[in-house]
DNA sequence: TCCCTCAGCTGAACCGGTTTAGTAGAGTCT
DNA sequence: AGACTCTACTAAACCGGTTCAGCTGAGGGA
């Protein structure tokens, strides 16, 4: 076994205690004999045992994250391990680390924060994904597990949230696509279920009404590139079909960018495209898609940080607003097409691919 | 605080070690006891402390993994979700968690190694990544934390590997291309940093030498999106032009093949395009990636399976070698353009991406 | 009947820290 | 000088499990 406290204190001359007391930076040894411990402990190489320590001051030293998603899509959504990277940023500052669970299988959430909960492996956990009425809330508030949110869930909710408004992006695509001409805006959505995936249909909502259009170009969707074709697929069926489409991911308009191109429309020339999330990939596609630039790095830092705060009580109380994601224009948007010339859709070209026949899925993505 | 097992053992008129003998199924106890026990454990919610545990038995259960990447290109690659989600699936079983690290700053890796192996926060680590002569190897030697490798070391390691051969896949990539009448087959590499960089370049070297052609055609990048992009770029401008680039991953070919089309290139007509992961959103691609389908989540799954064998001294000490994956065909590949109709690489289309423009950044990408 | 064995259980030590209660000794005040 | 206060420290309890040594009583064998 590793040197122990005892070892320390032993060499240093000294009991455990002044050595516990040494090392927390706590009254009772004199500086001279502190830095004695403390050079010994250093000598001998000690390391804090966080099992013991753990036991004795009744935390773990850890957060838990749990990430419900199909196993087949979790690598599509780059939202995660740039969220994942921030909340590192924060904890590698206090030795604190980050347990993370994968729930793929259904019912399998419900156990991942109960498995995190119930031998205290983790002091609190970060709830990403808010769905409506989400369950989640009254389960962790059952196990009096300490939790942070990402968004304000719409239930009732005795958790800090952090939030990071997605109206104003939305609402500045609109306004973008707007001043380009477009009159026939529609959008395609994610999963209603999420709580962010109706915020951006709002925003849209209320974007198009502001400027005294119809809402009725909307498909819901599931934040699936699968997805994503389909609601494309319908929204192009349509009588009088949008010049312009906002997703509201970028996976489900990187899907649908594709899919028009393969019906033989021209992006932007027919169609107009923006996505949300500005995922790195975005930007090699062709055309590299407008979008809207979130940053889910800083959104795990400050996630990761008001739960710190909360364990430790000194959280205010209040949610933290982070700064609104902003709009990105690259060249999949375009000026509307004149009305004289609106083509009818051309033939599929030869790369149309099997595979996106447009079929109804149900999955997930992330903020 | 929670019931404990004082709580149970007092409940049932036992004494604590008995409430431990039944609770872990070791004998001890006689099966009327053992039921009462675990019933009256039932009734009173007893969920044993994970802290306690590990103290007294000198574990941590839980498993760590410290994924080091780029804070900008970390949602990019596909492959560590599912990997992770496979990793999940075996801990479920084992009342094991997986402490995830990601290291961003340079240092920050070795950090990482040394926080989760100081305090006894795992047990063990899964080595991704696995690098030429890679300096973890001595790393967790020194901190006596035991390791399971994703493919063998090219250093000599005492750890098991669990291995996912790439030789096969290349090999059948660089043959259908063959088939379909390709001379000029390119390669563009990952970083040779990396042992998968490596071992992917020498399976398309012998593949090609196997045909008697040269391996001239190759570019090296470092399995990002910009880096395939120069990389392609580089490869096109070269006098004898290849008519088809095997790419090391798919991001760099989907940035490749997107790149080639805004030069004017007709994608499988000029140039075919191979990848290799097989990520979701390479069939939504236009045209659909031919790639390579590799499976992570089942890598996840074994490599933690050996780890917890060889934590728990029932390990058999050999390698596991995994199914090597294979070739699937898709739209971005067809027959080499005849020789009569060689086009000379137009002027590039409207969107072509500024940001596209070749630069040498250097970064990382997952096996 | 006596001795032996062994299943079934208890009590206590132990893991490595934190924390509390207590104490020795120096300094201060009257 | 005696009472009092502080500082600096120690000893021991404690966190909640595991595990080891030892005890007890039932059953078997001679």
């Known amino acids: 076994m590793a040197v122990t406290i005892s070892d320390v204190a032993h060499a240093a001359g000294v009991s455990k205690g002044a050595v516990s007391y040494a090392l927390n930076n706590q009254p009772g040894v004199s500086d001279a004999t502190r830095g004695r411990i403390l050079q010994v402990a250093k000598e001998l190489g000690w390391k804090p045992s966080l099992r013991a320590k753990g036991l004795s001051s009744a935390k773990a030293y850890a957060l838990g994250l749990v990430v419900a998603r199909d196993p087949k899509l979790l690598g599509t959504d780059p939202f995660f391990p740039a969220f994942i990277a921030g909340i590192e940023t924060t904890l590698a500052e206090h030795d604190y680390t980050l347990v993370l669970s994968v729930a793929t299988a259904p019912g399998a959430e419900e156990r991942a924060y ?42 009732d909710s005795p958790f800090p949230a952090v939030s990071m408004d997605d109206t104003d992006g939305i609402t500045a695509a609109v306004e973008h696509l707007l001043a380009l001409g477009h009159i026939r805006i529609g959008h395609v959505g994610g999963a209603q279920e999420y709580i962010h995936g109706r915020s951006r249909r709002r925003a849209w909502e209320a974007a198009m009404a502001a400027a005294g259009l119809a809402v ?128 009818a859709p051309k033939q599929a070209k030869k790369h149309t691919n099997p595979s996106q026949i447009p079929t109804g899925t149900s999955t997930k993505e992330s903020q």
């Open 114 to 155: 109960r498995k995190l909960a119930d031998g205290g492996r983790v002091d609190g956990v970060i709830l990403t994904d808010v769905r409506h009425n989400d369950s989640r809330i009254g389960l962790l508030r059952e196990l009096k597990l300490p939790a942070v949110t990402l968004n304000r869930p719409d239930s």
């Open 216 to 343: 009725d170009l909307f498909a819901e969707a599931d934040f699936t590139a699968l997805g994503g074709v389909a609601a494309t697929a319908e929204l192009l069926r349509r009588p009088d079909r949008p010049t312009a489409i906002v997703y509201a991911n970028d996976l489900m308009a990187t899907s649908g960018q594709s899919f028009a191109q393969s019906q033989g429309l021209s992006v932007p020339g027919d169609l107009s495209i923006t996505g949300y999330d500005n995922a790195e990939f975005t930007q090699y596609l062709n055309p590299p898609l407008t979008t809207i630039a979130t940053d889910p790095m800083r959104w795990g830092r400050v996630a990761a940080q008001a739960l710190l705060d909360q364990l430790n009580g000194t959280h205010s109380g209040h949610d933290t607003e982070l700064q609104a994601p902003s709009l990105l224009v690259r060249a999949s948007t375009g000026p509307a097409p004149s009305p004289t010339t609106k083509p």
